[in-house]
């Protein structure tokens, strides 16, 4: 089995994290500078706290929930560059902005094997703000874009408009994943390549349950049915706690048999401006067959 890699996204004008410990990290989105919880970081902080001081905004948590507070009024959203394409943060209720700033390596090799082809076609499971959609439209896919939340493919529909791609051939539907993908085996519809982001817990639009211990085997074996019978890539990215990337490869290993190529895992991880520390954030498994 080769070695796993670490993916790593370096400091850039749109997005660095600043500095990382403790239990928070200190980001920058745009001109913004936010602070909020990441359990990974166990260590110690490099900058003062006069540094973290100066966040415009911060993510707590106490005895009554858990909000964001604002040194700075921030605007509602702001759009940053970012990966080669231009998304909206927006501080959100569950700490998140809407980027998932890990995933830009991926967004590159996802075009790299996309740009050389003709008439690709993907599937993008639990697809979010649709950062890796639009890597793979602007690569030239034609691309199904499929999440539970309308606020999360919203937002990805702005993504796309702000990025100059509104006009690309990407498909936007509210659904649940799986009954999605059973549709899909019905229909007789096939893919050139699969990406899925499956989160630990969560509802389809109408309620439907996920839990990966349960629904992520069953998953995986029915987007196999739906790839062309000379497939490009599978992508799956993780970040449920206690799960691992050889995980992932396991369920990918009939790929190789069945249609060569070969198989990628590791971690993904953000590089901290000025210390080059490394703050996980992620992993990810990636068959592809260029």
């Not at 700075?72 to 560059?81: C, L, P, Y």
């Not at 996920?210 to 799956?236: A, G, N, S």
């Amino acid at each position: 089995m080769p070695e796993p890699k670490i993916l790593i996204t370096k400091p850039s004008s749109g997005y660095e994290l600043l500095d990382s410990g403790e239990g928070e990290k200190l980001e920058r989105f745009g001109s913004y500078v936010l602070s909020r919880p990441d359990p990974q970081a166990l260590w110690a902080k490099h900058l003062p706290e006069a540094e973290w001081a100066k966040a415009d905004a911060y993510f707590k948590r106490g005895d009554e929930g858990a909000e964001w507070s604002y040194k700075k009024q921030t605007d509602d959203r702001w759009g940053i560059d970012f990966g080669g394409l231009k998304m909206w943060i927006k501080p959100t209720a569950f700490k998140h902005t809407g980027l998932f700033p890990e995933q830009s390596p991926n967004w590159d090799w996802l075009r790299g094997l996309i740009e050389p082809k003709k008439d690709v076609e993907v599937l993008n499971l639990f697809g979010y703000t649709g950062g890796a959609s639009l890597a793979c439209a602007q690569a030239g896919a034609k691309v199904v874009h499929i999440d539970g939340s309308k606020a999360a493919v919203t937002w990805a529909r702005d993504n796309a408009e702000l990025s100059g791609l509104a006009d690309k051939p990407i498909r936007w539907i509210i659904e649940d994943a799986r009954l999605f993908v059973e549709r899909e085996i019905r229909r007789g519809r096939a893919y050139d390549g699969i990406i899925m982001d499956p989160p630990a817990f969560g509802h389809g639009p109408s309620n439907e349950l996920w839990k990966i211990e349960e629904h992520f085997l069953p998953l995986i074996e029915d987007c196999k049915k739906l790839l062309k019978p000379d497939p490009l890539f599978f992508l799956i990215n993780g970040y449920s706690a206690g799960y691992s990337s050889i995980a992932y490869r396991n369920n990918l290993l009939p790929l190789v048999e069945k249609h060569g190529g070969e198989i990628e895992i590791g971690e993904l991880a953000i590089e901290e401006a000025g210390s080059g520390r490394l703050l996980p954030s992620g992993i990810f498994a990636r068959w592809s067959k260029r």
